[in-house]
């Protein structure tokens, strides 16, 4: 009798081996959400829903009386660290396999880490790493959930949130559309830091120390350097080794992420100034007393 798989192998044929992963195909037709149409409608949505409840609030409720919401800001928190870890598990799996089973044609012009950055011309939306990568675009929709979560406990709302909630969702829709070059260290980049984020904002959730340092911005921060370096290996790679797929988009995304990070860095400065200006109060207060 032949013996059962091991718990690795069976996780391992989910995450890289299935039929579903391997014989995916971006389709606007049977891939749910995969138009235009859809994404900035849904975009839409997101601002409008978001506008109507802080303006409903503004008139319904007391200013100074956030909305009780209980053990889901939490729940969501665990779902979205599970769902970005196995993000980053399937893509770091499926990647490895594609390199196994397509790198007998690549002879010696292209290495691994070429092809993490750059696609050959001609690459479609179809395989294991799209999958991965259709699956990391729908996640988009559950993390913009968050905002509202933000309205109803902060009344406050933030276009800056709004913002930069949408722009990943462009970004992403656009990998798929053009099969776009770097789209898979960028998921592993991404996946990885929502894991952690997403599991320390549930540790705060529960009630737990924070940290003592802005842990979310920092590790932002870091997520932005990489981002930085890995652009100047594919625009490297676009011009002294005969050109990426999907460069055209790769540029509008580069120009997404350069609007991202000055609002990023702007907030981030603004944050900092801010904290100083209420150390420096209090130490004066302190010192009249």
């Known amino acids: 009798m032949q013996s059962n798989p091991s718990t690795s192998s069976f996780l391992l044929y989910l995450l890289s081996e299935h039929p579903t992963v391997v014989g995916f195909r971006w389709s606007h037709a049977q891939s749910w959400g995969a138009t235009w149409v859809f994404l900035f409608s849904s975009i ?32 969501h928190s665990l779902a979205m660290s599970i769902i970005s870890a196995t993000i980053l598990a399937g893509t770091l799996t499926s990647a490895a396999a594609e390199i196994r089973d397509t790198r007998w044609f690549w002879g010696r012009s292209k290495t691994p880490l070429q092809w993490l950055l750059c696609f050959p011309l001609g690459t479609r939306p179809s395989g294991r790493v799209f999958f991965w990568s259709y699956v990391f675009y729908l996640s988009r929709y559950l993390h913009v959930i968050r905002t ?14 709004l913002f930069t909630n949408s722009i990943p969702m462009v970004m992403s829709f656009l990998w798929l559309e053009f099969s776009q070059s770097f789209q898979v260290l960028e998921i592993v980049f991404t996946t990885f830091t929502y894991s952690i984020v997403y599991g320390y904002r549930l540790w705060t ?19 932005l350097g990489l981002n930085l370096i890995c652009h100047c290996g594919v625009l490297f790679l676009q ?51």
Do not use: D
């Open 148 to 161: 509202f979560f933000t309205i109803l406990r902060r009344r406050r709302l933030s276009l800056f949130q």
């Open 239 to 289: 011009v002294w080794k005969g050109g990426c797929n999907g460069i055209g988009a790769w540029v509008f995304n580069s120009i997404l992420n350069g609007a991202f990070l000055f609002m990023f860095l702007n907030s981030f400065v603004k944050m900092r100034w801010i904290r100083r200006k209420a150390m420096e109060s209090s130490a004066t207060n302190g010192k009249l007393e």
């Open 205 to 223: 959730e529960l009630g737990l120390p924070t940290a003592s340092f802005p842990l979310v911005a920092n590790i932002q921060i870091i997520l």
């Open 44 to 75: 839409a949505v997101y601002f409008a829903v978001s506008v109507v409840l802080h303006l409903l609030l503004l008139l319904f409720r007391h200013r100074t009386r956030p909305v009780p919401l209980g053990p889901i800001p939490a729940l």
